[in-house]
């Protein structure tokens, strides 16, 4: 069974930064495309950041050159670090193996406020 866990979100300022963490289990992680979406309350999920097993990366227009989506295979796990955190960026946080699909973790809530 593949299992998801997402962490590291939280309550930030406009401007502020913080790293996603998702662990993954029960896959071979290291042969997989991995990808964060998010969902905020009112909209559709987003595809927000993707990167291959080789390292390929690919992001939103909308988090562009502020999120920096990385792996560590070692430890089955994919970050996303956020950079100049916006309001819009609040949302649930989740991660998704592109190859197997049908998996979702809990979920991360990043809250962008004043």
């Known amino acids: 069974q593949v299992q998801l866990v997402e962490s590291g979100g939280g309550l930030v300022q406009p401007g502020g930064s913080l790293r996603l963490s998702c662990a993954a289990s029960?896959?071979?992680?290291?042969?997989?495309?991995m990808d964060w979406y998010r969902q905020a309350p009112g909209m559709q999920r987003e595809l927000v950041a993707t990167?291959?097993?080789?390292?390929?990366?690919n992001y939103a227009d909308s988090v562009k050159g502020r999120f920096t989506i990385s792996r560590d295979n070692a430890k089955n796990t994919v970050y996303l670090q956020m950079n100049n955190l916006k309001p819009e960026d609040t949302a649930v946080y989740r991660c998704h193996i592109r190859e197997v699909g049908d998996y979702w973790g809990q979920g991360t809530q990043v809250t962008v406020s004043s």
């Open positions: 029960g896959t071979m992680f290291r042969i997989y495309t």
């Open positions: 990167i291959t097993s080789g390292g390929s990366t």
